[in-house]
């Protein structure tokens, strides 16, 4: 082999060089490992911290978030949103969703008047829609001390409604009278029957207390009209 291809003898100073730079490397590796190692033990603790269920529950919070938007999209465009989600599922799917709707939130009939307005308030907290942060913001600077409320602020004429807050509501209460509406078919008048009503509207209150009392009190009804009751 000549001299002019052997290989060049490194310096020592030029050793040393690069001795320093496969250390500045490996120091700079090392770095970078321990930062990573101590990010994923802080993110690791902060996991242990959350509730069990909360993975569950953020995965149906982005859906809700999606689903909204969606159904504001279908709405720019006129279209039910409703129908169009059920175009794209299958009849199975569908009769599936529709089966756990009415398990989680089952129609027994009239029971009480306590518990059809807990089914109304349930119905119309859950039509709301998503709350308006940047609003929000804006009413409690607006307000200050009085947003909260209390025993010593008089918030009276302070507050002024929106026109779609107010269009909302009205038209909330158009839907509830024209879906009364429906099951306010007239029956057939029987002249034999009992008149134990002073109008209409008390004598539909009276039908609805027989039918789900009426096996219970008829024996104390019977006696009244015999005389016969203690």
Do not use: C
Not at 45 to 57: G, I, S, V
Request: proline letters at 3%.
């Amino acid at each position: 082999m000549s001299e002019a291809n052997a290989p060049k003898e490194l310096t020592f100073a030029e050793k040393q060089a690069e001795r320093m730079k496969r250390l500045r490397s490996l120091h700079s590796a090392r770095n970078e490992a321990r930062t990573q190692n101590h990010q994923e033990v802080v993110a690791e603790e902060a996991r242990n911290k959350l509730p069990a269920n909360y993975e569950a529950k953020k995965r149906q919070a982005e859906w809700v978030l999606e689903d909204q938007a969606k159904r504001e999209e279908a709405s720019k465009q006129g279209k039910d949103y409703d129908r169009v989600k059920l175009l794209n599922i299958s009849a199975v799917e569908a009769e599936r969703l529709e089966r756990k709707k009415k398990k989680k939130n089952p129609d027994q009939g009239f029971s009480t008047y306590e518990q059809a307005t807990v089914r109304q308030y349930s119905r119309l907290v859950k039509n709301m829609p998503a709350p308006d942060m940047e609003q929000y913001e804006k009413q409690k600077q607006k307000y200050g001390d009085a947003f909260y409320g209390g025993p010593n602020v008089i918030i009276h004429g302070m507050h002024e409604d929106r026109k779609e807050a107010v269009d909302k509501m009205v038209n909330d209460i158009e839907g509830q009278i024209a879906k009364r509406s429906k099951y306010s078919r007239r029956r057939i008048h029987n002249d034999d029957a009992d008149i134990d009503y002073i109008n209409e509207r008390n004598a539909k209150f009276n039908k609805k207390l027989e039918r789900f009392y009426g096996e219970h009190t008829a024996e104390i009804k019977q006696n009244l009209e015999r005389g016969t009751a203690i």
